[in-house]
């Protein structure tokens, strides 16, 4: 099956919510449809969800996450910081479980801990939190007092990397910041109120479903493009397909090839662009996916380096019909909200006119600020 980019555009548009926006009522259903929202930082999430939803609720992520509990905070994909549905944990959880990059002497040398060290570390850690947020210092001293010193170091010492494995193996996740400090909760104590979307999976059937959930928002997508966002190393994203080979279909798009699934055939087909305006925050799904074949939804190579900057920061967009159009940023001054948008070439009036609207409903959303548009 061949197409051409702008049918893989038109595809990821729909199925990113970025082609008409959902009702208010289903903004958990748009994580969901996502695989998560990248969450380093919280305001990016909520604006990834701003970016879809229609009339989303001013504060959304705190109230899920703190008070309903129907969104979870958790090291995820690649040991990134996600928000995940609540009720879908025990589907992440499971194929999370699958990771095993901890376990390589150079993560252990790395860490400064050996194997059987990390095994009590994460045990402890298990037995330590419960449904109370627990600081990384006060997690460090109940570490300590049911391990050592040298095994607690880790907790004290990095800012997450020892603690990750904790989070794939359902141990750990995240709570509600005391002050300046971040806290850890047990998501078995946490989440003992939410109720489950069926039970939970074994972790390579869990793992199989993240992937066919990862074809239908993303795809079609190349194995370089999946291992990208899961963190599969060497042939193991390869590998990974094979159970699913029969649920999965080979398409070539501008001569590249890739995978999607068999049942989206018919809506690859009949894909296009959309015609619309919409201001993605930094870190957005639809863009951090995308940086591998990222040519085909920028207007030059050259602006890649605007988009995917260093040390894995990736800017908001602004995108235009499916494809990215410039970059924006923005700033609350008084009650003034201050966009500065810089488009990679020069746009058409009606496009521009696009970009204030949402400008606008920015602005609405962040407390009815006065808006200060510029154009670089």
Known sequence: MKLRASQLVGFRQVRHRLHSRAPARAALEVVSGLCGLQAQVLSCSELMLWARVESLPPGFVAKALWEERSLLKTWAMRGTLHLLPSREYGLWQPALSTYRHY??????RYCRVTAGELEGLLEAVGMALDARPHTREELAAAVERATSKRVARPVRDSWGMALKPASYRGKLCFGPSRGPNVTFLNPRDWLAAVKPDGKPLAPEPALW??????????????VAELSRWWGFLGAAGKRALEPLRDELCEVEVDGQPAFALAKDRDELRNAAPVPGVRLLPGFDQYVLVASVGADRFLPHARHRRQVFRNQGWISAVVLVDGRMAGVWRHERKGKTLKVEVEPFRSLPARTRRGVGEEAERLAAFLGGQDLALRWS
Request: hydrophobic share 55%; glycine share 4%; proline share 10%.
């Open 209 to 222: 479903e993240v992937l066919r959930r990862f074809f239908a928002a993303h795809g079609p997508a190349s």
């Open 103 to 108: 376990l390589r002497p150079a993560w252990l």
